[in-house]
């Protein structure tokens, strides 16, 4: 079972930890611990770099698959190097784009649920130089004015730089938060903590992924394009301004 630090400390970029094990002949990498994001939950996977034995092999991929998370790497690593210690550094950059969109997506849903009551049906955070969107289910775009509306409505909170919380909760808790479990048919554990995002005195939902600290890092927000993809679905894509 590979230990999920990215769920505790969000800003963590460089750790140590030991190599549990290596499959798929030297290209993919299990450790002990990680602070690379896995794909999943909409969020693109990190990419980076492995540290091992003074040599750098360049992380190109991350999966998670079980309780394992795999770090596929572009350079073979030689078996006998499990129980290795090895340093993971991640790409900020990279990282800090998928952040700062995350949370804005977030902030776009928060809206939508306000303004309209919908719920989210699927989304996807772009990678660096992409723009990232939500989908929703409602059966018209937007208006010039609504987009201007969402616009400035999520832009006044960024300007606020707004604290965003990472925080647990039992099940029994998310059932007094309205909009908590925000895509429609995700399914809540039985038991065991529920891992959620607070924008604070805004929004607070179930996600597993990687968000900024505070609302003023996000940037400028504006929405590039609302998309008809059905009789009750649109897809909002939003771009982000530094």
């Not at 049906?121 to 775009?141: K, L, M």
């Not at 925080?167 to 048919?185: A, H, M, S």
């Amino acid at each position: 079972m590979t230990k999920a630090l990215y769920l505790e400390d969000q800003h963590l970029m460089d750790f140590e930890t030991t190599i549990k094990g290596i499959t798929n002949e030297g290209r993919e990498v299990i450790l002990a611990e990680t602070a690379f994001y896995p794909e999943g939950g909409g969020q693109p996977f990190d990419t980076g770099e492995l540290q091992i034995n003074g040599r750098m092999y360049r992380v190109i991929a991350v999966n998670k698959l079980g309780e394992n998370i795999y770090h596929k790497v572009q350079e073979n690593i030689p078996s006998d190097l499990i129980g290795s210690l090895v340093r993971g550094k991640i790409d900020q950059g990279r990282r800090q784009y998928l952040m700062r969109h995350h949370t804005a997506l977030h902030c776009l849903n928060a809206f939508m649920l306000k303004k309209f009551g919908v719920l989210v049906t699927g989304g996807q955070v772009g990678i660096p130089g992409e723009p990232s969107r939500h989908d929703f289910e409602i059966d018209r775009s937007l208006t010039q004015d609504e987009r201007k509306e969402c616009e400035d409505w999520v832009n006044a909170i960024i300007s606020e730089s707004r604290p965003v919380i990472v925080r647990y909760f039992t099940e029994e808790e998310t059932k007094y938060i309205l909009g908590f479990c925000r895509t429609r048919n995700a399914v809540i554990p039985a038991s065991g903590r529920i891992r959620g995002i607070e924008i604070s005195g805004i929004d607070i939902q179930a996600c597993g992924g990687t968000h900024v600290r505070t609302t003023g890092e996000i940037g400028r927000f504006r929405i590039q394009k609302v998309d008809n993809k059905g009789a009750n679905l649109r897809r909002i894509k939003i771009m982000l301004d530094q």
